[in-house]
């Protein structure tokens, strides 16, 4: 058998790890992959300096290199997205942010923001949430084979199970997810999922308003509808 890099090993843990436990601590990530932590800690620092973690009070998250490469892996996603966005974006005048799905979380893969308002809600790219946060994490979650969403249910409390099965029905129905101060405080989100041939969402593209300006955002849905269809048709383009 081929020798590996056990270094180069260890460093890819303690990137998975990032990537599918972050905000993490160093003593966290150390355990996790079973690593002393001033081994953990020094892969941590590398990761860092080339910018494929960042490191934030709550703890290390997955850095913009890591992204970046994750959307070169999906540039059908990503690059097509893009010019759709843009025009959504410019047309409802508001940030339109798209997500895509990793593991059990929705995933930032990239946002068009509208600059004509002083206020303006942003996302952080590569920042991650469960799918049952957010217009955009329903979105995804609606749109998925029935084990996973079983899997992610099952996470939940026993007393949101059933309300969460419902929200999940009507995201079906209407073909989007509507959200309020799920992810942030006074911030409404509105998300449809851009599917692919086989009727699974693998991603969302939303609108986040803050709460001044959130009354018009229901208004919205037959654009973000239209803009996560033209995703669709070029996707299978």
């Not at 990530?29 to 494929?52: F, I």
Request: with cysteine; hydrophobic share 45%; proline share 5%.
């Amino acid at each position: 058998m081929t020798e590996i890099s056990l270094t180069g090993d260890a460093m890819l843990s303690v990137l998975e790890c990032v990537a599918a436990h972050g905000p993490i601590s160093a003593t966290q990530c150390a355990r996790h992959c079973n690593l002393n932590r001033t081994v953990a800690h020094r892969l941590l620092t590398t990761l860092m300096r080339r910018l494929y973690v960042v490191k934030t009070t709550a703890g290390y998250l997955l850095g913009p290199a890591a992204v970046s490469i994750a959307a070169q892996a999906q540039p059908s996603i990503v690059s097509i997205a893009k010019p759709e966005m843009a025009h959504l974006a410019a047309g409802v005048r508001e940030s339109v942010v798209l997500h895509g799905l990793i593991e059990d979380e929705a995933i930032v893969l990239d946002q068009a923001l509208d600059l004509t308002h002083v206020v303006v809600v942003r996302h952080n790219q590569g920042s991650r949430h469960p799918l049952f946060r957010g217009a955009s994490g329903w979105s995804l979650l609606a749109f998925q084979p029935g084990r996973l969403t079983d899997r992610v249910l099952a996470g939940l409390p026993e007393t949101e199970r059933e309300p969460a099965r419902r929200r999940i029905e009507k995201v079906r129905t209407l073909g989007y997810a509507h959200s309020r101060d799920e992810l942030q405080l006074g911030v409404h989100g509105l998300a449809a999922p851009v599917r692919g041939r086989d009727g699974f969402a693998q991603a969302s593209i939303g609108i986040l308003v803050p709460q001044s300006r959130a009354t018009n955002l229901l208004g919205m849905s037959t654009p973000l509808l239209a803009c996560a269809r033209a995703i669709e048709a070029r996707l299978s383009a």
